[in-house]
Structures are given as C-alpha cells and as structure tokens.
C-alpha cells in the first residue's frame, strides 16, 4: 500500500476512534447516572422490605397514625405492602425495574464502545507505524 493510501487510512481510523470515544463518553455519563438512581432505589427497596417483614413479623408492634399492630398479630400481605408504602414512600417499583433496564442497556453500549475505542486504539498505532515506515521509504519523511 502506498504511502498516501495508509496516510488515508490512518485519517480514517482516527476519525473513527474520535467518533467511537465520544460516544462512550456520552454512554459512559449516562450509565453512572442512571446507577446513581438505581442504587437510591435499590436502598430504598432494601427499607421497604424491611419494613413489609416487620409488618408480618408477630414479635413486632407497630403503632403509626395509620396503622396499629399488637404483638402477635400479623398484617395480610395487602395491609403488609401498604404499611411498607406508607413508611418509604420513596421507592417505586416500577421506576426501579425500568433503571434495571436501563443499567443493562447503558452497560452494554458502554461496554460496546470500550472494545471498540480498544481496539480502533491498536490499529491506530499500527497504521501510525506502518504510515511512518512507508513515508520514510518514500522519502517523503525524513528520519
């Protein structure tokens, strides 16, 4: 390959690889917030678990404005879920399935562009050699 045909194809690759960087910086933001989301929801999932145990749990009294349990008794699992509800009210679950969702989409296409900025980075280096040699033998770069 001549010369100029490596030089081109050494422009090409490297506008590709600043092509397939900018994309994994724009996945790679959108990943670390949408995990900043899904970790908040996933603690707030943990306390409403919590707290729908303790609602079925017979050793527990609770006593709230809303809800009033003796020991020994046992809330159903409606009454269960809606004390969980009412305690933390911060946690959706349909909002932490759709970041979960979201978290395996934006880790998949982070990940996707890793590999190729990984690997359109090798090639680079190795056109840049090839080009350089193919220069000097040329004449057109002198050493």
């Known amino acids: ?14 506008a590709d690889l600043n092509y397939y960087t900018a994309q994994l910086n724009i996945w790679s933001a959108k990943y670390e917030a949408n995990s900043e989301k899904l970790q908040k929801q996933v603690k ?8 729908f145990e303790e609602a079925q749990d017979p050793d527990k009294e609770i006593k709230t404005a809303k809800y009033n349990k ?28 759709e970041l979960e969702e979201m978290d395996i ?11 190729l900025v990984t690997q359109l980075q090798a090639e680079k280096d190795a056109d840049k050699q090839s080009t350089a040699t193919a220069m000097q033998d040329t004449h057109l770069l002198q050493s």
């Not at 390959?1 to 490297?14: E, I, P, R, W, Y």
């Not at 707030?44 to 707290?51: G, S």
Request: glycine residues 4%; aromatic residues 14%.
């Open 105 to 115: 989409e934006y880790d998949t296409m982070k990940t996707m562009y890793e590999a």
């Open 70 to 97: 003796a020991k020994g008794e046992v809330f159903d699992d409606k009454t269960a879920d809606a004390y969980a509800h009412y305690k933390v009210k911060e946690y959706d679950q349909s909002l932490s399935l």
């Open 1 to 14: 390959m001549s010369g100029a045909a490596q030089l081109g194809n050494l422009l090409n690759v490297t």
């Open 44 to 51: 707030y999932e943990d306390k409403w678990v919590t707290k």
